[in-house]
């Protein structure tokens, strides 16, 4: 059983009292270290992300996570490791996935395949002919059929070169609708040297890192007195941007990860009955100042951070839906036009955002380096991606998978800016295209970010609450 599990019995009171007394300890030292200020690398400051995700983001992203289109997520969690042999996956009952029965898949979504999300896209003489389109969006009825065809053409393109994450094939037998909201990300109980072991092959060997410098709290790292990770921030400090955003990014999702684990963590189960909910001594343990060294207070910057970049994203992808062209079709007509309005209204609150980070600034050298070093970048997040598939746990995993590729899905659209800018109104284009995988990946990942940072302002009261009830 995993640590944070309490069973019903004589001893759970004075556990419960322990626990309290446990935590009391650590009050100050987390209030008073509290995430504020203007975050490096942009000119946005913590407090303004605050308000904006909680009185404007939150509350809609929430809404259209329960939306079928963006509940429904096809991933096939049977992929083998690329990396190492598998050390077998968890056995913890909460580490399972529970598949969705085909029946209960909306028809438009089963329907059609990865790229298809109109109607007309799931009609079946649309599936005939385009069957191989893997570059085709959402089309209507008044295409012509020379475009159709251009459609086939276009399928042939080898669209790798704009990827930044290893999509799953959903066409493999392997691969599974998932109802996410019957899944939730929590604390599963998988640690240990399997998930360690993911993660340092994330950040050893992906984050453009030496490995003559050691990240701070690393075990392997020989001891360094009271160096305390900072000869590892002056590494940081001199890489070019793009590669310091390369490593927020990953330790922003990092933390955000950790983050809804305390939040979800499994904290009593009586008569099999299972009570989640936040832990603090858990978030102590993952993001206090002084039981970490410093290290916490910079994994939730980098979160922030981490929920610019992909806000930023979203503002630019906006003309991609407002397109009278994407229905997100599932068959149900009414659920989809109030789908793509709360869709829309949420794309038209990002783009209100006055601080958003410039992603101009980034690749912005002599051309050939430019180029080379966005290749480079792309290909070290492709890699990230792959890695999720070594995670043992398959809610984990699930989970990874989806915000790696909801992150990756962001990557792509931030350097895409001049094919969504010549995007045609009432056709696909050839130049930029989203899958239905991509855009549930892309929504539920923000998702996410968003619900982090609801998550960490809930953490701040409960621990200010619990230290006024106690003086």
């Given at each position: 059983m995993s640590p944070g599990v309490r069973r019903a019995g004589a001893g759970?009171?004075?556990?419960?009292?322990?626990?309290l007394l446990v935590t009391?300890?650590?009050?100050?030292?987390?209030?008073?270290?509290?995430?504020?200020?203007?975050?490096?690398?942009?000119?946005?400051?913590i407090d303004s992300i605050d308000n904006f995700n909680t009185f404007k983001i939150f509350p809609k992203i929430k809404k259209l996570q329960e939306r079928d289109y963006f509940r429904y997520y096809k991933v096939n969690l049977k992929r083998p490791c690329p990396f190492w042999a598998e050390d077998g996956h968890c056995s913890?009952?909460?580490?399972h996935v529970e598949p969705c029965p085909e029946s209960k898949i909306p028809v438009g979504i089963k329907a059609g395949?990865?790229?298809?999300?109109?109607?007309?896209?799931?009609?079946?003489?649309?599936?005939?002919?385009?069957?191989q389109a893997s570059k085709l969006g959402a089309?209507?009825?008044?295409?012509?059929?020379?475009s159709k065809e251009a459609f086939i053409d276009w399928a042939r393109y080898d669209d790798s070169q704009d990827h930044f994450c290893e999509l799953d094939d959903e066409r493999s037998p392997a691969a599974q609708y998932v109802d996410l909201l019957l899944n939730p990300e929590r604390y599963t109980g998988y640690k240990g040297s399997s998930a360690w072991r993911v993660w340092n092959s994330i950040y050893e060997e992906n984050c453009f890192k030496p490995r003559s410098v050691y990240r701070p709290l690393n075990p392997l790292a020989p001891s360094r007195g009271e160096d305390d990770g900072e000869s590892f921030y002056t590494w940081l400090e001199g890489l070019c941007l793009e590669k310091r955003v390369f490593y927020k990014l990953i330790s922003g999702l990092h933390a955000s990860i950790n983050l809804h684990l305390c939040a979800n963590y499994l904290l009593e189960e009586t008569w099999g009955k299972p009570s989640w909910g936040p832990n603090m001594k858990e978030f102590k343990r993952r993001f206090d100042p002084v039981e970490t060294k410093g290290e916490g207070p910079r994994r939730l910057k980098n979160l922030y951070f981490l929920y610019l970049i992909e806000l930023r994203a979203l503002s630019k992808v906006a003309p991609y839906f407002e397109r009278s062209i994407v229905d997100l079709y599932t068959g149900n007509v009414q659920e989809d036009a109030d789908t793509k309005t709360l869709l829309l209204n949420i794309?038209?609150?990002?783009?209100?955002?006055?601080?958003?980070?410039?992603?101009?600034?980034?690749?912005a050298g002599d051309k050939k380096g430019a180029k080379s070093l966005k290749e480079e970048f792309r290909l070290h997040f492709k890699n990230i991606s792959r890695i999720m598939d070594c995670v043992g746990c398959d809610k984990c995993r699930l989970w990874g998978k989806l915000q790696t590729q909801g992150l990756g899905t962001a990557l792509k659209i931030l350097f895409s800016e001049k094919e969504i800018q010549k995007l045609p109104e009432n056709s696909p284009s050839k130049g930029f295209q989203l899958t239905r995988q991509?855009?549930?990946?892309?929504?539920?990942?923000?998702?996410?970010?968003?619900?982090?940072?609801?998550?960490?302002?809930?953490?701040?009261?409960?621990?200010?609450h619990s230290r006024c009830h106690c003086i």
């Open positions: 759970q009171g004075a556990a419960a009292a322990v626990q009391l300890s650590f009050l100050p030292s987390v209030v008073e270290a509290q995430v504020t200020g203007v975050l490096d690398d942009c000119l946005c400051d913890i009952k909460d580490c395949n990865s790229n298809k999300y109109s109607k007309v896209a799931n009609n079946t003489k649309e599936l005939e002919d385009c069957e089309i209507n009825s008044t295409l012509s059929n020379q794309f038209q609150d990002t783009k209100s955002f006055p601080m958003h980070f410039d992603e101009k600034s980034m690749f991509e855009i549930v990946a892309l929504l539920n990942a923000f998702g996410r970010l968003s619900t982090s940072i609801r998550e960490l302002q809930n953490f701040k009261v409960l621990l200010q």
